[in-house]
Structures are given as C-alpha cells and as structure tokens.
C-alpha cells in the first residue's frame, strides 16, 4: 500500500470533540496505519472563547501519544499542530507564538464558518500572511460562497494559500453537491492536500485508502503522489511547495 500524510486530524485525547480517550486515539491510529497513513500531524481545534490546549501541552500530549503507539507497534510518526477557526484574535496570537503551527513549520491550518463570505476569508488570509505564515485552507469544500463560485479557489492559490480537502467529501460522504464541487476542483489541480479530518472510529474514521485509489485512478498517480504524500512531507521539513 503506498503511503500517506493526514495533515488534519482530532486524534490528539481529550482535547476537543475528537478521541476521547488514548484507547480511542490507538485504535484510530490504528485504522490509519492499516490505510497506508505513515505521519500524522495532530490539528486539534484552536477556538475563540475556548479552552484550547497551549502549545507547551499540545507538544507534551503529541509525544505522550507518540511513546504509546510505540509501544503499541503502530508505525507512525506524529507532529503537533493546531485546526485554527479563524478570529480577530488570530494574528496576534500566531504572533505571540499562541498558536501551533503544522510541524513547527510556517504553515497553519486554518478553518472559517461555512457562512463566511469570501471578503472574509480573503481578509483573513491578508491577516495570516502579515503575521508571516503561510494559510492552508482547511475542508474548502465547508463554505458555501466558495462552492458557489469554485472560481475563487484559484483566487486564493494565487494569493498564495493552499488548499485541503477531506477523503470523505470526495467520496460522497457529504452529498452529491460536495463531491461534485470536490471533483471540480481536483480536475482542475487545485487541491493540494487531502486529509482526514478524523473525529472518531466510526462515521469519521481516519480512512485515506479508498480515496486515494479514487484520485489515482481518475486524476493519474503523479498527482496523486503530491496531494497524498509528497506536499504534506514537504510541510513537515519546513520546505516550499
């Protein structure tokens, strides 16, 4: 099986409503090293007016887990990192070292309500940018004024985002209109990471497997390769893409 980077996942224990618990971190762990999943950036969310984890505990908790899938046998590396839900707050906070970026990386990981008109996120991304990261736009297929108009996804690549997708939007999981949008876009090579998002052991598994035979075989191995493993391992040497 040919291998895979999850660079969106909530697998990280107790720390939002992803794994509850370290048995269920292992066992998703588990289904992730079964679907050719080799690293695992762990994106638990950073919210306004939440208790977020600080990125003194997020990297205490990564290596906690990291130590017990070793024990477990479960061949896979983890790395610490943030799902960021963009606010005011944001910039200042990635300024001030609040807020954990993807493998140490430049790169943030960074969600907005599906509401959000593309001004907003446009602005956002201004905002990221200014504090000198680089944004990858989490689940693009989550917010209806860019399903509407898929135009504005080469809008945002060319203000220097990047993009990610979720393996269950592709494959239908999240309706017809998702997925069209979804295949949309990958046609067009606009996608640059397919991830997760991964919650739980059952209906948001972490399963990458299927998709991936989905995209090489519709989209060729090439650029398979890229947005499977290749783009994700250049985030956690801290490369460019």
């Known amino acids: 099986m040919q291998a895979s980077v999850d660079i969106h996942c909530h697998i990280m224990p107790g720390v939002d409503d992803g794994s509850r618990d370290m048995d269920t971190s ?3 762990l588990e289904i992730a090293a079964r679907d ?8 638990p969310h950073h919210k306004p007016l939440h208790h977020n984890v600080s990125v003194e505990r997020n990297k205490i908790y990564t290596k906690r887990l990291q130590e017990a899938i070793d024990n477990a046998g479960i061949n896979i590396r983890l790395y610490s990192g943030n799902e960021i839900y963009y606010s005011d707050e944001t910039q200042r906070e990635l300024e001030e070292g609040k807020i954990c970026t993807l493998a140490d990386s430049e790169y943030v990981l960074v969600e907005f309500h599906p509401t959000n008109p593309y001004s907003a996120i446009c602005n ?3 905002q990221i940018q200014g504090a000198g990261f680089i944004p990858i736009i989490a689940h693009v297929e989550r917010y209806s004024d860019i399903v509407e108009h ?5 809008e945002l690549i060319d203000k220097g985002c990047y993009i990610q997708i979720n393996a269950l939007s592709v494959m239908g999981k999240y309706g017809f209109g998702i997925k069209l949008f979804a295949k949309k876009i990958l046609k067009n090579r606009l996608v640059h990471f397919v991830a997760t998002d991964a919650h739980d052991i059952k209906k948001r598994a972490p399963h990458m497997a299927d998709c991936r035979a989905y995209i090489q ?5 090439d650029y398979a390769d890229r947005i499977f493993y290749d783009n994700a391992m250049s985030v956690i040497r801290g490369e460019i893409l």
Do not use: N, Q
């Not at 050719?36 to 994106?43: P, R, Y």
């Not at 898929?150 to 080469?154: F, H, K, L, T, W």
């Not at 075989?217 to 191995?221: A, L, S, T």
């Open 124 to 126: 956002a991304v201004y």
């Open 36 to 43: 050719g999943i080799t690293d695992v950036i762990l994106t």
């Open 150 to 154: 898929p135009a504005y996804v080469e």
């Open 217 to 221: 075989r519709k989209y060729g191995k």
């Open 26 to 28: 292992l066992k998703m």
